[in-house]
């Protein structure tokens, strides 16, 4: 996001800013910042939900606060994954302060470039390679005591119903039939029965070349405040089939191949073929993309973000790819064709 000037209006980035400098001589007393002074803030990201970031610039090192309003947003989850995953050996934010009744957290800096800013047909093999052996340390760290959400089936289909609800409803103005809806609690059926079958392990639930930043070591991750207790083909279906870059289907194949290799290596819970995993691999990622379009739907028609739309033809082609491999997406298929509209 470009830099642009801070908005003096702006109520929450004034209290921000205040507890921000009244945080800042314990932060520089604990990683030797020299400045005591809030200058230099300025915005950093935002995304689709109500956090923004902005960057406060030191001489020896960047600073980045975290402002999520509550009730809309909680920094809990994000403070317990970011100590989970340090101590699993991954490249997170360290929280330097935290007021977790307002919302706001003051953070370590990753770095300014995320990987979707960088990633090119050259240097993909690489780095996806680095981010397969980051999210296999990942799926190693034992949830047992963790107490996080679980993938159950109770989540799995609220985050389907979101395509019907409001792609189907609001973005096409389309009233499923009863045969439609035969149709499409069929499918859900497939895509939830295989999701549970699968071994459960940490999800990340947003591993993507946007959340992994360029740095060292490499990648600095992201955005993992979501993190579940769930299907392993997950976060690697997530990876290739991303909203904002696509990748060619033989070396996405390739890339799923050398995830499963190094997974079995790991003595991660894998199914034992290949192609057995590629199918778990293409049903899970079918029902993160018709979840996705009812978000971008959602999004647009309930919080007037349109742009996100743009991106849902990305996602029926993704969606298209998997039907025309797996038959047990049959109901699927017939489903889409059914609607005038799509895509």
Known sequence: MPNQPL?????????LTHWFAEQLPDIAQQTGLAETTVNHLQPA???ASFRRYFRWHGAAADLIL???PPPQEDCRPFVKMASMLAQGG???PKVWAQDLGRGFLVLSDLGQQTWLEVLNQENADELFALAIDALITLQQISVQDAQLPVYDEALLRRELQLFPEWYVQHELGITLTAQQEYLWQQACDVLVENALKQTQV???????PRNLMLSTPNPGILDFQDAVHGPISYDISSLFKDAFI????DRVQSWLQQYWQKARAKALAVPETFQEFHYDCDLMGAQRHLKVIGI???ICHRDGKPRYLADTPRFFNYLQHVIERQSALAPLAQLLASFPVAR
């Open 246 to 249: 696509s990748w060619p289907e």
């Open 90 to 92: 991954l490249h997170v």
């Open 296 to 298: 971008f739907a959602r």
């Open 7 to 15: 908005n003096v209006d702006d109520s929450r980035l004034q209290a």
């Open 66 to 68: 975290m402002d999520a």
């Open 45 to 47: 990201s935002s995304d």
């Open 202 to 208: 940490l999800v990340h639930r947003d591993y993507m």
